[in-house]
């Protein structure tokens, strides 16, 4: 069966430090991938998706980049992180367009 | 530009009370409707909607869509609080990616 891991589960990161998510979806091949947030309150905002190894798509504007460098490995990064980008953020993937889209258990990022 | 709208925000019942959470949602060629619960951390997928007035049920949770009213409503019957959590409504369109609503947040009191 397919499984997805991703973390670290929770950080505390100071302003201007940077930032790297790792998740990586085990059982599967040539899944999508997608990097979602959800700030306090709100839904869950899209980041990125991508369909394929290096193909990145970008939904926000914003000073945060994503990466695959292998199949089933999709990392999320900042060079300097801001306080607006604390939240909880989601990894998800699927098997393709159309299917259901499974989350990771998610990464608490407070920005101090 | 393509959005989903969830009410109410937040409900608080009792334990065997049913209530129904509504999902309505604007969108350009229109592929699914998707209903998520999540608890602490990761949402988990109960239903997934693609044909007008056919129920989908799983236990005490039921889902129907109408296509033509642009809207979803999830129902729980006689709720524990086990059902306490935020539901959340997905619609995805005709690009690789699911359009969220805010959620609304479920609380159910013994």
């Known amino acids: 069966s397919q499984t997805i891991h991703q973390w670290p589960a929770t950080l505390v990161q100071p302003v201007g430090s940077p930032l790297s998510l790792e998740c990586t979806v085990e059982g599967t091949s040539n899944p999508n991938l997608y990097w979602y947030r959800q700030a306090a309150g709100r839904g869950l905002q899209l980041l990125f998706y991508?369909?394929?190894?290096?193909?990145i798509s970008s939904e926000v504007p914003q000073n945060l980049s994503a990466s695959r460098p292998q199949d089933r490995q999709f990392i999320l990064s900042s060079k300097k992180l801001l306080l607006s980008d604390s939240g909880f953020y989601l990894c998800?993937?699927?098997?393709?367009?159309?299917?259901?889209?499974?989350f990771g258990e998610g990464s608490w990022l407070t920005v101090v | 530009e393509d959005k989903v709208v969830q009410s109410p925000l937040s409900l608080v019942v009792h334990e065997g009370d049913t209530v129904t959470l509504n999902c309505s949602y604007e969108?350009?060629?229109?592929?699914?409707l998707l209903w998520y619960k999540q608890e602490k951390k990761a949402p988990t997928f109960l239903f997934m909607l693609?044909?007008?007035?056919i129920e989908k049920k799983s236990g005490r949770l039921s889902s129907i869509l109408d296509k033509k009213e642009l809207f979803s409503i999830l129902n729980i019957t006689a709720t524990q609080t086990g059902d306490s959590a935020i539901y959340l409504c997905a619609v995805e369109a005709d690009t690789d990616k699911l359009i969220f609503g805010t959620g609304t947040r479920l609380q159910v009191f013994p």
């Open positions: 969108v350009t060629n229109f592929r699914s």
């Open positions: 693609t044909s007008s007035g």
């Open positions: 991508s369909v394929g190894i290096g193909q």
């Open positions: 998800a993937w699927r098997t393709g367009y159309g299917n259901t889209i499974y």
